[in-house]
C-alpha cells in the first residue's frame, strides 16, 4: 500500500467555508514523506489555498509527474481528479486535459529535476503556450526520490550531503520563466506560508499560465550547510519584493497605505492583486525591470521572492485556439461526430 487513508473523525464546530466545507475537506491520504520535508508544508499551503478560495473539491485537477514533489498531491485534496503522468511530462498532460475542459482548475505540482531536468522541454512549451493552470515546481535542488544528486537547479558551488562539490551553472527557474513569457510568476519558500498562500490563491486565480517556484528543503539530502537550498540558507537570504493582500470581487477595497506602497493589478475574474511594496520601487508589471533585479540579487547569493511578474491583459491558450467553450466529456453525439458531409466540406476547404 503507497498511501494511508486519514481517519474520517472531525471536530463538530470547525470553521466552514462558503460551500460549507471544512478544511478537513480539502485533506488528502496521510503523507508518508520524511518528517520535515518542505513539501509537506506546500500540501499545507495548497489545502488552506483551496478552502479559502471555496473552490469545489470535484472541480479540480491536480496534475503531477514523478518525484517526492509529484507523490504529494495524493496528500490533498483527496476528493479531486488526480493524474500522476510519467516523469517530466505532466506539461502535456496537463495542455491535453486543459484543450479538452477548461472548466476545471488544473493544478500542476513538479519537482526541479521532473521540470528543470527531464522536463525542461515540456515545461518551456506550457509557459510560452500560456496553458491556464497553476504550475508550482517544489524546488529542492536535488532529486529526493532517487536519493539527493543535483538536479538542473542546484547551484555551482553548492555541495552534496558528502560534500562532492557542483559545477554546473543553474537553471534559475523564475527568470526562465518570464523569459518564456509566462504571465504570472512568483517565488517562495516552503517555511513561508504567509507569504505562500495568498500568492497561490492569486495565482489559481490567474488567467493562464500562472508559475511558482517554491523553495522546499529535502531534509534527508540537500539541508546542510553547503546547500543553498536549506532551511538556513533561504531564511537567511531571503528577500521579498512584496506581499500580497488577495481580494475578491465582492470584498469592498480600502486602502490606507501611503501613495507609491501599493499596487493594485485587476484578475480576469474581478478580484484584485494588491501588492504591498517591501522592496523600493519594485514594478511586478515591468518584465525588464524584474529580470534586472533578479539577476542582480541572484549574482549577490540573494533569494528574491515575491509576485515577480504579473501580466493580466493577455488571456490563455484556449482564447488563442478558440477552442470549444463546452467541456469535451459535456458534448453530444451530434456536436462530437458532426457527420461525412462536414467532413467532406472541411477536405473540399483543403484542397
Ligand atoms: C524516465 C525516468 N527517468 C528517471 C526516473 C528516476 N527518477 C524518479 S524521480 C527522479 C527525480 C525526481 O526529482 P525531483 O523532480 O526534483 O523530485 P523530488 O523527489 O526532489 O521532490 C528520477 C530521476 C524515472 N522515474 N523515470
Ligand atoms: S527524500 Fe527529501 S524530498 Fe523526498 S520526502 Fe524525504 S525530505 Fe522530502
Ligand atoms: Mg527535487
Known amino acids: ?101 477548461r472548466d476545471l482548475v488544473y493544478l500542476g505540482v513538479s519537482g526541479d529535476g521532473d521540470s528543470a531536468s527531464i522536463g525542461l522541454g515540456q515545461l518551456a512549451h506550457c509557459l510560452r503556450r500560456g496553458v491556464n493552470m497553476t504550475y508550482i515546481v517544489e524546488n529542492n535542488g536535488v532529486y529526493g526520490l532517487t536519493k539527493g544528486q543535483f538536479s538542473a537547479t542546484a547551484d555551482a558551488g553548492s555541495t552534496s550531503k558528502k560534500g562532492v562539490g557542483n559545477n554546473d551553472q543553474p537553471i534559475d527557474l523564475v527568470s526562465m520563466a518570464i523569459i518564456l513569457g509566462a504571465t504570472f510568476v512568483a517565488r517562495s519558500f516552503s517555511g513561508d506560508k504567509g507569504q505562500l498562500v495568498p500568492l497561490i490563491k492569486a495565482a489559481i486565480r490567474h488567467r493562464g499560465v500562472a508559475f511558482l517556484d517554491v523553495i522546499s528543503p529535502c531534509v534527508a539530502f540537500n539541508n546542510h550547510s553547503g546547500s543553498t537550498k536549506s ?61 534586472n533585479f533578479i539577476q542582480r540579487h541572484q549574482a549577490a547569493g540573494e533569494v528574491v521572492t515575491g509576485l515577480l511578474y504579473v501580466n493580466e491583459e493577455t488571456g490563455d491558450l484556449n482564447d488563442r485556439l478558440n477552442t470549444a467553450e463546452t467541456a469535451f466529456n459535456a458534448l453530444g453525439k451530434a456536436e462530437l461526430c458532426p457527420g461525412s458531409a462536414k467532413l467532406a466540406a472541411i477536405n473540399a476547404a483543403l484542397r
Request: aromatic share 8%; glycine share 8%; hydrophobic share 35%.
Open 231 to 291: 532551511f538556513d540558507y533561504v531564511r537567511e537570504h531571503n528577500d521579498a519584493v512584496n506581499a500580497i493582500d488577495w481580494i475578491e470581487g465582492r470584498d469592498e477595497i480600502v486602502t490606507d497605505y501611503a501613495p507609491g506602497m501599493v499596487e493594485d493589478v485587476a484578475q480576469h475574474d474581478g478580484s484584485v492583486l494588491r501588492l504591498r511594496k517591501l522592496a523600493d520601487n519594485y514594478d511586478a508589471t515591468d518584465k525588464l525591470g524584474a529580470m
Open 1 to 101: 500500500m503507497t498511501y494511508l487513508v486519514k481517519p474520517k473523525f472531525k471536530h463538530p464546530n470547525l470553521p466552514t467555508n462558503r460551500l460549507g466545507l471544512t478544511h478537513r475537506d480539502y485533506e488528502g491520504s496521510v503523507s508518508t514523506l520524511c518528517a520535515g520535508c518542505g513539501h509537506d508544508s506546500i500540501s499545507s499551503a495548497l489545502i488552506q489555498a483551496c478552502f479559502e478560495l471555496d473552490l469545489p473539491p470535484h472541480r479540480v485537477a491536480k496534475m503531477s509527474g514523478i518525484g517526492c514533489s509529484s507523490k504529494t498531491p495524493t496528500y490533498f485534496l483527496g476528493q479531486s481528479h488526480g493524474f500522476n503522468s510519467v516523469h517530466g511530462r505532466m506539461p502535456s498532460v496537463a495542455t491535453g486535459a486543459n484543450l479538452a475542459n
